[in-house]
């Protein structure tokens, strides 16, 4: 009886180690190779409807043993780029692109990201312990579980707790996060990983075109411009002229407000047609481009080897939260009374109206 209980416990501790070991394979795996790319799958339930909702995403993480790593993201016409401390989040549909105003912003966000929160490479630095062996369509994986977080809401203990499942070649090959509310399972959601491919050298990712996209702050997602016979709110600024320029400017005249970004795609393409030596408003138009979340450094700079037909107004944040500006471009027009009359945001309506009042 004591030989039995001898080779069971001796069993157990052999397949205990086994099980060790295939976890810290797994971190030798990843950490021995610089960049890795590979497909998430995520399956979200909706216990109201017995619906599951799946996304699907294809990811490049470079330098991910480092806190400089940068990644790639495609999900259906959505890019991610996080990329030397800078994160974009381009909208191929929309031709949009998005990015934090604030750099703490971005950090938190980074932080909370999917990525960070579900990638593979991250969740190998969480402190597993092993569970079982289990065979999944005939095949032998590992699990391990790791408590995410435990918190109290309404005098209910919340509990989250991860689950992976290490596959015999190595790899997560799938996360269960399961929810408790006083220890009953509520959801459970399931990622998938597949199609890994390793890389002892960055993995090239190309910025995708944003020529004529449009750009917007994610702090200011819930922004939306002024609507028309809004009355124009008032300023005194001065232009890189340090000529001065105020709401008087309205007065009898029917003047254009430009609002721009240095680093906006569609900026710049409205910006190289209404400077162009061809071009020039009809005479019951004047117009005033603001460049105002951009420096005064850096719109000379942009303007250097640029001619410039219109008065422009540099580092003036403060009059895009009086205009409502959420990204860019968007164009006013105000009336000689000083009401806005016109409204518009986005490459295509703003150069197709500028192209109507273009004087012949």
Request: proline residues 3%.
């Amino acid at each position: 009886m004591n030989k039995l209980l001898i080779s069971l416990i001796l069993l157990l501790n052999t397949s205990f180690l086994f099980a060790k070991n295939n976890l810290e394979k797994t971190r030798e795996k990843f950490n021995k190779n610089k960049s890795v790319s590979y497909v998430l799958t995520a399956f979200y339930p909706n216990p109201d409807t017995d619906e599951v909702t799946t996304i699907k995403t294809f990811y490049i993480i470079n330098n991910y043993n480092s806190n400089n790593f940068d990644f790639y993201s495609k999900r259906d016409n959505t890019e991610e780029i996080w990329k030397n401390g800078n994160y974009t989040e381009i909208n191929n549909s929309e031709k949009t692109f998005s990015q934090f105003e604030f750099k703490k912003n971005q950090a938190n966000a980074i932080k909370n990201s999917r990525l960070v929160q579900y990638g593979p490479t991250f969740l190998l630095k969480n402190n597993w312990k092993y569970e079982n062996d289990i065979l999944i369509n005939g095949v032998n994986y590992s699990r391990y579980s790791f408590i995410e977080s435990v918190r109290k809401y309404e005098e209910k203990t919340i509990k989250v707790e991860f689950n992976i499942f290490i596959s015999p070649k190595n790899l997560i090959s799938k996360l269960e996060r399961k929810s408790y509310v006083d220890d009953k399972l509520g959801q459970t959601v399931t990622f998938d990983y597949s199609d890994y491919k390793f890389s002892k050298k960055e993995i090239n990712f190309n910025s995708p075109p944003q020529e004529k996209y449009a750009l917007k702050y994610f702090e200011r997602s819930n922004v939306n411009p002024l609507k028309v016979s809004t009355k124009a709110p008032s300023f005194v600024i001065q232009d890189i002229e340090n000529n001065e320029i105020s709401d008087k400017n309205f007065i009898d005249k029917n003047t254009l407000l430009l609002f721009s970004g240095t680093n906006c795609g569609a900026s710049i393409e409205i910006s190289n047609f209404i400077n162009n030596e061809n071009f020039k408003l009809s005479n019951n138009l004047h117009l005033i481009n603001f460049y105002a979340t951009d420096s005064k450094d850096i719109v000379n700079k942009f303007f250097k080897n640029r001619k410039s037909n219109f008065p422009i107004i540099a580092d003036q944040a403060e009059i895009e939260k009086k205009y409502q500006v959420s990204g860019y471009p968007v164009l006013y027009l105000v009336d000689e009374k000083g009401i806005i009359t016109k409204s518009l945001q986005g490459l295509e309506p703003i150069m197709e109206y500028l192209k109507s009042e273009k004087s012949e």
